[in-house]
């Protein structure tokens, strides 16, 4: 899994992760671990096609992000960012977020106006307007003051996700 870049920059997956609960990206940044590579990363990280080409590596200075983006693909003049999920989910929200911020990952060397979230082979288009941008940016501002204090944040108060977290074992607070 790909979060914090040897260059200190942030990364989507790291922002996906912040989502889910606040304490995950901590514990990454400060006890220095991440999860094993899923099925579902080694399927994404193989894809690639005739059309289009994937596992594209972007980094936005100014914004301090670098990504990985899963697909990429030309359409006219349009650069179109492909963010792809193996599982279905009912909760898109992180991965929409991760799919923006790959997006504006990848804006230093691409004209983006859209992305698209595919989940399980189904598709979600995403238009990158002001408001998704800064509703984005916000959470990234959060996630690198949460990465770099000194304390952990609160946890995710849902024990679902507690139960089935990976970092459970790392956590300060189970």
Same mark, same amino acid.
Request: no cysteine.
């Given at each position: 899994m790909y979060y914090l870049s040897r260059t200190g920059n942030l990364t989507p997956s790291m922002l996906k992760q912040y989502l889910y609960c606040p304490v995950i990206p901590w514990i990454i940044t400060n006890y220095n671990v991440s999860e094993p590579v899923t099925d579902s990363m080694k399927i994404s990280s193989s894809t690639q096609t005739a059309e289009n080409k994937g596992q594209i590596k972007v980094r936005n200075k100014k914004l301090e992000l670098t990504s990985?983006?899963?697909?990429?693909? @030309?359409?006219?003049? @349009? #650069?179109?960012?492909?963010?792809? &999920? +193996? *599982?279905?989910?009912?909760?898109? +929200?992180?991965? &929409?977020? @991760? +799919?923006? =911020? +790959?997006?504006?990952? =990848? #804006? #230093? &060397?691409?004209?983006?106006? *859209?992305a698209i979230l595919e989940v399980a082979g189904k598709k979600y288009e995403i238009e990158l307007t002001e408001t998704e941008i800064s509703q984005t940016k916000l959470f990234l501002e959060k996630l690198r003051k949460t990465i770099t204090s000194e304390k952990p944040p609160p946890a995710n108060p849902e024990p679902q996700k507690c139960r089935n977290c990976w970092y459970k074992r790392y956590c300060p607070y189970t």
């Open positions: 990985i983006i899963d697909e990429i693909k @030309q359409s006219g003049k @349009q #650069t179109i960012i492909i963010e792809k &999920k +193996t *599982y279905p989910t009912k909760h898109l +929200t992180r991965y &929409k977020q @991760q +799919t923006i =911020a +790959t997006a504006l990952a =990848a #804006t #230093t &060397k691409y004209r983006i106006r *859209y």
